[in-house]
């Protein structure tokens, strides 16, 4: 029979999954946004969506890791992402800029809200290192919050 140890481990590694397949459908529709923002603060939105996608694409190798550091399996495929992520597609390349970045918000909001409910699977499961990369994950996403926030006022 499993422990309670083990039931935390699974269940923290299933929200590492998660986290990793909406880092992976973030980054991808971040870099959608940077290739279609369209307006008068083109500029500006290029590049702030550009300095987004590559902080979440570096955190999406650091996620696969730490799965992996506790001996289990990571997302495979596409799909798999798909099937893990809490991040809507965004198919339409005419949105205004001020949709794109309300969207961006709205995702990076529901990110924080999920590594701060993985704060506690990390602690029962006794993993240390994952609590303490949580905290650095979950800055950097309040972080894209408050820029992207302070972008529509």
Known sequence: MANSGDNAKTALVGELNGLLADHLALFFKTKNFHWHVAGPRFRDLHLMFDEQAI??????????????????????????VAKHTQVKDQDDVTLTAEDMVRELRDDNAAMVKRLKGMKELAEQAGDNATDGLLDDWTDMAEERVWFLNQTLK
Do not use: A
């Open 55 to 80: 902080e979440i694409r570096d955190q999406i190798d650091v996620i696969g890791e730490r799965v992996r550091k506790l001996d289990d399996y990571t997302l495979t495929s596409i799909g798999s």
